[in-house]
């Protein structure tokens, strides 16, 4: 019969901590409730005219705690009114809050911005004032689309709504293959260039092709501000 | 009102009259009714009533009582009339003005709108103009009024570079009684700007 083992208190102590940790223990015992975090935050529309509402939503990854979770919202900019915060009920998963957004004159993006815990979401809101905008392009067409090489094809220009005054969309093309208008802006000639007079939102346009000898496809693209709108052309012998 | 009202045998409810007299602010008012133990309570606004109001003193907000230069300002106070910061971050300016002193706020990287609030402790009285200035850019504008929390009028335009010089908006109903006004100014600090633009107000004309 060996001696009996004695520990001291240190060791006593350590070997109890270990066990907690890796013994193992058939004793059933309740899962840790998982803390739901904040995946999404979006906004409907993501675009507003000044003065209407917007929608937001928080979406969490799981469903929220017994007590709900309440997720803190803001705006960085003032014509953009938010709720201080909302609250995911508990068990669901997301929540919506309205925005409200004030008259401004310019247009303008507040960031809506979303946090639980340490999980932070943004989204971009576009307010935009209700003030004169010249209009865009909406289209560029071509007709007829297939001609013999070194005919006259027609293009057309149409923009959003009239022009204010004498708006010009410039024009390129993928092949040497045509000759596009020029305009005169101000005495100075302006290649690969149409005007669209104001009063108007269309304007048509000559385009010259050379004669070629196999079928050739290609583009003709019309440019106004950020706006691209691009028309084919097909060429046969 | 009526202290008490009886409800007829048989009947759930019974209608009372509510005098009313005519009020120098807008004045909310608790009505309350009480029976077997339960009370109830309803809300009951009353507006101010523009019939027969008229201006009659012209008074300026200057701002000539800021006196630290760059010092933020919530609420500022001058011949009984109070504006208030809306958004965002308003700072007096001693060094500049229409003359100085005035109310200024900053944007930079993009569109940032600042607002005030003007009131006269509940009471009505008459917006009649205010000047506004950039630095660099346009000057994009809304002027709300409003009476009893009912809009009054809604001024909207945009104002030309005027280059850092003050520019004088007047109001385009200047005859309109209101008990709070709205300057919400857009500073269109461009987004290829390294600096910050400044965009201010001076000026305020008001008529109690």
């Given at each position: 019969m060996g001696a009996p083992l004695r520990l001291c208190p240190v060791v006593l102590l350590v070997v109890i901590s270990i066990c907690a940790v890796?013994?193992?223990?058939?004793t059933p015992t309740a899962p840790t409730p998982q803390t739901a975090a904040l995946s999404q935050l979006s906004l409907t529309p993501a675009t507003v005219n000044a003065g209407t509402p917007s929608e937001g939503l928080v979406i969490l990854t799981g469903p929220a705690p017994a007590t709900g979770a309440a997720v803190r919202i803001s705006s960085s900019d003032g014509v953009a009114v938010v709720p201080t915060s909302v609250m995911v009920p508990a068990g669901a998963a997301s929540a919506s809050f309205t925005i409200t957004t004030r008259l401004v004159a310019a247009d303008t993006t507040a960031t809506i911005s979303a946090l639980l815990s340490a999980d932070k979401r943004d989204a971009l809101l576009r307010v935009m004032a209700p003030i004169p905008r010249p209009p865009t392009l909406q289209a560029l067409e071509i007709e007829?689309?297939?001609?013999?090489?070194g005919q006259f094809t027609v293009g057309t220009i149409r923009l959003t709504g009239p022009a204010i005054t004498t708006i010009y969309v410039t024009l390129r093309s993928s092949s040497m293959l045509v000759t596009l208008p020029s305009c005169v802006v101000s005495t100075t000639l302006v290649p690969s260039c149409v005007p669209v007079q104001g009063g108007t939102s269309t304007a048509t346009f000559t385009i010259t092709t050379r004669p070629v000898t196999l079928d050739t496809v290609f583009d003709v693209v019309a440019t106004l501000g950020d706006e691209v709108r691009a028309g084919q052309i097909r060429l046969t012998p | 009102m009526p202290s008490t009202l009886t409800i007829p045998a048989g009947a759930t409810s019974a209608t009372f009259d509510v005098a009313t007299t005519r009020v120098a602010v807008t004045t909310d008012i608790a009505i309350t009714a009480q029976a077997g133990g339960v009370t109830q309570t309803a809300s009951l606004r009353l507006r101010i009533d523009p019939a027969g109001l008229r201006p009659s003193t012209n008074y300026t907000i200057g701002f000539s009582g800021l006196r630290d230069n760059r010092a933020a300002v919530s609420t500022y106070s001058e011949s009984g009339f109070t504006v208030s910061a809306v958004s965002p971050e308003w700072v007096g300016i001693?060094?500049?003005?229409?003359?100085?002193p005035f109310l200024q706020f900053s944007a930079s990287g993009g569109t940032v709108t600042g607002e005030v609030r003007i009131s006269s402790g509940g009471a009505p009285f008459w917006f009649r103009s205010f000047d506004v200035y950039s630095s660099v850019t346009r000057i994009p504008y809304v002027v709300e009024g409003s009476l009893s929390a009912e809009p009054a009028f809604t001024q909207l335009e945009v104002l030309g570079n005027t280059f850092g010089n003050f520019v004088r908006v007047s109001s385009r109903t200047p005859d309109l009684p209101v008990d709070a006004v709205l300057i919400r100014l857009s500073n269109p600090a461009p987004t290829t700007f390294s600096g910050t633009n400044p965009m201010g107000i001076d000026n305020i004309v008001l008529n109690r």
């Amino acid at each position: 019969m060996g001696a009996p083992l004695r520990l001291c208190p240190v060791v006593l102590l350590v070997v109890i901590s270990i066990c907690a940790v890796a013994c193992g223990d058939d004793t059933p015992t309740a899962p840790t409730p998982q803390t739901a975090a904040l995946s999404q935050l979006s906004l409907t529309p993501a675009t507003v005219n000044a003065g209407t509402p917007s929608e937001g939503l928080v979406i969490l990854t799981g469903p929220a705690p017994a007590t709900g979770a309440a997720v803190r919202i803001s705006s960085s900019d003032g014509v953009a009114v938010v709720p201080t915060s909302v609250m995911v009920p508990a068990g669901a998963a997301s929540a919506s809050f309205t925005i409200t957004t004030r008259l401004v004159a310019a247009d303008t993006t507040a960031t809506i911005s979303a946090l639980l815990s340490a999980d932070k979401r943004d989204a971009l809101l576009r307010v935009m004032a209700p003030i004169p905008r010249p209009p865009t392009l909406q289209a560029l067409e071509i007709e007829p689309a297939t001609v013999k090489g070194g005919q006259f094809t027609v293009g057309t220009i149409r923009l959003t709504g009239p022009a204010i005054t004498t708006i010009y969309v410039t024009l390129r093309s993928s092949s040497m293959l045509v000759t596009l208008p020029s305009c005169v802006v101000s005495t100075t000639l302006v290649p690969s260039c149409v005007p669209v007079q104001g009063g108007t939102s269309t304007a048509t346009f000559t385009i010259t092709t050379r004669p070629v000898t196999l079928d050739t496809v290609f583009d003709v693209v019309a440019t106004l501000g950020d706006e691209v709108r691009a028309g084919q052309i097909r060429l046969t012998p | 009102m009526p202290s008490t009202l009886t409800i007829p045998a048989g009947a759930t409810s019974a209608t009372f009259d509510v005098a009313t007299t005519r009020v120098a602010v807008t004045t909310d008012i608790a009505i309350t009714a009480q029976a077997g133990g339960v009370t109830q309570t309803a809300s009951l606004r009353l507006r101010i009533d523009p019939a027969g109001l008229r201006p009659s003193t012209n008074y300026t907000i200057g701002f000539s009582g800021l006196r630290d230069n760059r010092a933020a300002v919530s609420t500022y106070s001058e011949s009984g009339f109070t504006v208030s910061a809306v958004s965002p971050e308003w700072v007096g300016i001693t060094t500049f003005g229409n003359p100085g002193p005035f109310l200024q706020f900053s944007a930079s990287g993009g569109t940032v709108t600042g607002e005030v609030r003007i009131s006269s402790g509940g009471a009505p009285f008459w917006f009649r103009s205010f000047d506004v200035y950039s630095s660099v850019t346009r000057i994009p504008y809304v002027v709300e009024g409003s009476l009893s929390a009912e809009p009054a009028f809604t001024q909207l335009e945009v104002l030309g570079n005027t280059f850092g010089n003050f520019v004088r908006v007047s109001s385009r109903t200047p005859d309109l009684p209101v008990d709070a006004v709205l300057i919400r100014l857009s500073n269109p600090a461009p987004t290829t700007f390294s600096g910050t633009n400044p965009m201010g107000i001076d000026n305020i004309v008001l008529n109690r």
